[in-house]
């Protein structure tokens, strides 16, 4: 029997095949998540990943409905490491997913002691110096705003992680695309595919995709932009597509 | 009275503004450079600019029908700069525009000596590794390949030309990107703008356009992306817009 607390609530994932607890004073997953779940190559029937700042555990789910591998999730925050687990009972996934609950610039040996074939994150998006004082929910604060981790610190623990040749996933801002590129190359993860996504056809890019790997060779391809809304309340077919595919 | 060669034919620039000396085994102006003229920032009523790598002059003829500033193109093939003073003749623009022939790695003091507003460039794109023995006419090679000047040499030139604060522009190829990222933060040019190019709406992007400012602040805005046909013969509403435009 699995605890649901009450501000909490169970929702699907978009392609439905898994359920994950989820509450909007905590933490909930965007589509930020999704299709970076969906962006990042995985190894389809055996293998190691990771999942840093995972959240309620939406990449990790998501994943492994795409591959057998086995999946760890890495979470600081209390609170939604315990939705997580949670979520894994719910779903019966414990033999193919565990949740650990750390910081990604302190992480247990036996993690460091592993080399994932993908490592994959979805950070916090914003320098801390754009805080403010309006949103002083803290957990919704941590997933947002580079308080325990920076940029840097995340391509510098994937680095650690990912075995040579291995892959390593993140989403972002594409405001921060040069610091990404720079971070990853300091690292030696070598950017290989990058993605945008447009809310509309005629704004600009508002998310990216980056997958880079470890000691590639330099070239970087540029997937197709996805488009998310063909008018105001319509998502598009591509979009579609992705999102619950 | 202007010269052409029996090679060469005159064509119009898209927008039909001024007329241009081509030749298809010397040169002829692509897609990418008039894209370039048209994405880069330019000060309208004066100030400086300068386009290295110039080719036949395509940017300068291209960049002053937006703006009363002066224009120099800087070439390094002979025979390209000889069309590019002749098609200036033939277009009465000397009193904007200039042509110098020169190797950008080595320019003349007169130019060194000056701080641009706006840098653009159309660099050869491939790497003299991909040097091919099929492609042997000269011409062509030192448009295409980087033999006389590396992306970095490009970048580097650019960022001695601009002024504090002033724009550098280029056009390249996507798998060049952190390539570009990273030449342009090595000589404190800043990437601020970019927009990608796709040949269709399915079809991963063959065309990035970059603009970074001189020690400008960090964040880059990805601006919609450009697709050029609509199917197989037809270019759409948008990529008329700004060719033609």
């Known amino acids: ?11 699907y994932l978009p392609n439905r095949a ?24 995985v190894p389809i029937q055996k ?17 492994s409905t795409r591959s057998k591998a086995t999946i760890t999730g890495v979470e600081i925050q209390e609170r939604l490491y315990d939705m997580a687990i949670r979520s894994n009972e719910l779903n ?16 247990p040996k036996e993690i460091l002691g592993q080399q994932y074939d993908v490592v994959t ?6 320098e801390k110096k754009e805080l403010s004082e309006q949103n002083v929910n803290p957990h919704l604060q941590i997933a947002r705003h580079e308080i325990y981790c920076t940029l840097d610190d995340v391509v ?9 040749k291995g892959k390593v996933a993140l989403v972002h801002r594409p405001e921060r695309l040069t610091d990404i590129f720079e971070s990853m190359r ?24 980056v997958e880079g790997i470890k000691d590639g ?22 979009f579609r597509a992705i999102y619950y595919g």
Do not use: W
């Open 217 to 238: 060779k330099p070239g970087v391809k540029c997937l197709p932009t996805i488009v998310v809304y063909e008018d105001e309340k319509t998502y598009t077919k591509e």
């Open 186 to 209: 300091k690292y030696r993860i070598e950017p290989k595919r990058i993605q945008f996504v447009q809310p509309k056809k005629n704004k600009e890019a508002n998310i990216v995709l």
């Open 47 to 63: 293998g190691k990943m990771i999942d840093l700042c995972t959240g309620n555990g939406v990449i990790p789910f998501m994943l």
């Open 156 to 164: 510098k623990t994937c680095a650690k992680l990912v075995r040579q």
């Open 1 to 11: 029997m699995v605890t649901i607390h009450k501000n909490e609530r169970v929702d």
């Open 121 to 126: 994150c979805n950070p916090p998006y914003f």
């Open 18 to 41: 898994l359920q994950i607890i989820q509450a909007d004073d905590v933490f909930s997953f965007s589509i930020d998540a999704v299709l970076l779940a969906k962006f990042t190559y």
């Open 92 to 107: 019966k996934r414990s033999d193919q997913i565990e949740f650990i609950h750390a910081d990604i610039n302190a992480l």
